[in-house]
């Protein structure tokens, strides 16, 4: 099985720009959640979608917003980037249930964002 | 607040040396997960743990869910060179997950052949 993708890899933006990155997860796999990484913070849980649904939110600004396409595939975007948005993106599927239940997560290679 | 903790933040040890990171929850889980991420890595799934007092192994590698199912630790007998990177502990905190796992805020490992 191929494993989770992410696009693109590398990100170079300037404050106030707008930013997309894109996830594609495990064939089967309908919970696709994000998360930021940064030394400082560690990792925090951005959304999850589960079958084209945002189920969870974590404590990020409006700026930050996600979607999720009928084959499972995600996007988030941020819009009026600033510094402190630089980090790790990462994208994770996992075959979740409707109800909820906690599986694994595979992790993409993740999508780094700098932004200047 | 800080829902989960994770200790040590550090820990640097001999080749062949043993390492064990812990894992403390203020709150009671319904099962636990640990990931490891390899420098310039991403996370990768190692385990889960549902059961109190649940003990897994792996190779090396002995997990652990308390009885309280509010701590769990991971043991790694005889480190080598490739366990080096960072073992994070994971979690449905706060009830239902759907899809989110709370990190703690991860041990990393260095081994010096």
């Known amino acids: 099985k191929a494993g989770v993708t992410q696009t693109p890899r590398y990100l170079i933006k300037t404050r106030g720009q707008q930013v997309t990155l894109s996830c594609s997860p495990i064939?089967?796999?309908?919970?696709v959640s994000w998360y930021q990484q940064t030394p400082g913070q560690g990792l925090q849980f951005l959304f999850e979608?589960?079958?084209?649904?945002?189920?969870n939110k974590g404590n990020f600004p409006g700026r930050f917003s996600g979607r999720q396409f009928s084959n499972s595939r995600s996007e988030m975007n941020v819009s009026t980037l600033e510094l402190g948005d630089s980090a790790l993106y990462l994208c994770?599927?996992?075959?979740?249930?409707?109800?909820?239940?906690?599986?694994?997560?595979?992790f993409g290679p993740g999508t780094r964002l700098t932004v200047t | 607040g800080q829902q989960v903790m994770q200790i040590p933040q550090y820990q640097h040890v001999q080749e062949g040396e043993d390492f064990t990171t812990y894992c403390n929850s203020s709150?009671?889980?319904?099962?636990i997960q640990w990931y490891k991420q390899r420098p310039g890595g991403h996370p990768v799934f190692l385990i889960q743990l549902v059961k109190s007092g649940e003990v897994k192994k792996q190779k090396r590698l002995t997990f652990q869910f308390g009885e309280a199912k509010k701590n769990s630790s991971l043991h790694i007998t005889a480190t080598q060179t490739t366990d080096v990177g960072t073992y994070f502990c994971a979690g449905p905190w706060g009830g239902t997950s759907y899809g989110k796992l709370t990190f703690g805020q991860g041990t990393i490992l260095t081994v010096h052949p």
């Open positions: 979608y589960f079958s084209e649904t945002q189920r």
């Open positions: 709150t009671t889980l319904s099962n």
């Open positions: 994770a599927s996992s075959f979740n249930t409707p109800g909820g239940m906690s599986y694994e997560q595979y």
């Open positions: 064939s089967g796999h309908r919970s």
